[in-house]
């Protein structure tokens, strides 16, 4: 979607990435097929003896909980103009990145873990080689990577094929965290 904003006195377009509509509803989803037969249970052990109040107080923690993680799930974006990108996560932190710092982009598909699922993941690399931004395939779909990356104009680096974080790890250290780099090399 695109949008005119202005800074100063000439308008730039601004290019803003969403994440996945099913983001939320899958989280919702999966949330409540956990929590309701939790509670159900629990409320059924203390209402005989006078202390659902607890459970009743867990409940009302875990919805505030749930509608703040909404929240947070609307309010995620990537916002690209010509000078500045923006990136919000899901606790509301925004990262800024002028546009002049991204050097290239690798766009990889990496098997999701235990399937033949893949998935593209999306590295804004500075100069050096560092990255700079990871957008996950769980959460941007690939339409907006792609027009993303249109939107930046900067070198992108496809490998021809999918990839395990292993295999990228061993390709890319500096794409794979640390932690996930030595995963992959203890074989998990």
Known sequence: MKHMVREGLEPAATHVLRPRQQLAVRGLIAALALLVPLLIVLYWLTIPRDTWMFVAAVQLGLTVLAVVALCGVRRMRVAV?????????????VTAIDTSEIASVVLVDLYQSGTLDTLPHLYLLDSAG???LRLRGQVW????????IDTL???VVR??????????GRLRPQLVRRFARRAARQGV
């Open 81 to 93: 103009t010509a000078s500045r990108l923006e990136s919000r996560n899901l606790l509301g932190r």
């Open 153 to 155: 104009g900067v070198a």
């Open 159 to 168: 490998p021809p094929d999918p990839l395990t974080l292993a295999d990228l």
């Open 141 to 148: 779909p690939r339409s907006g990577l792609e027009e993303l």
């Open 130 to 132: 560092a990255v700079l």
